[in-house]
């Protein structure tokens, strides 16, 4: 079992930034690849950007050049680091890892950019 504890959500303007973090109960290393999804009322769950163990990274289209995937493996916490917010980037944002072919979500946090 992997329990994933969200942070870093909350509301900014437009253009604003804001650092989401994911903590796991479990050391990363051991964690093939870390990611972030979003879900904004009405629509599906999207892919917003992944970090597999090796470091290799992908994101969403609409993602590209303004969020940023990392990870720490001494804190066992991966990061998304989202720069030039807009109002439609509002949803609630989850960490997933996937450990021994087996997915883990965390609870939630919610992002609110107002225009």
């Known amino acids: 079992q992997v329990q994933l504890v969200e942070s870093g959500g909350g509301l900014v303007q437009a253009g604003g930034s804001l650092r989401l973090s994911c903590a796991a109960s479990v050391g990363i290393f051991t964690i093939n690849t870390m990611g972030w999804y979003r879900q904004a009322p009405g629509k599906q769950r999207e892919l917003v950007a992944q970090?597999?163990?090796?470091?290799?990274?992908n994101y969403s289209d609409s993602m590209k050049g303004r969020f940023t995937i990392s990870r720490d493996n001494a804190k066992n916490t991966v990061y998304s680091q989202m720069n030039s917010l807009k109002p439609e980037d509002t949803a609630v944002y989850y960490c997933?890892?996937?450990?021994?072919?087996?997915?883990?979500w965390g609870q939630g946090t919610q992002v609110t950019v107002s225009s």
């Open positions: 970090i597999t163990s090796g470091g290799r990274t």
């Open positions: 997933r890892v996937v450990r021994d072919f087996t997915a883990y």
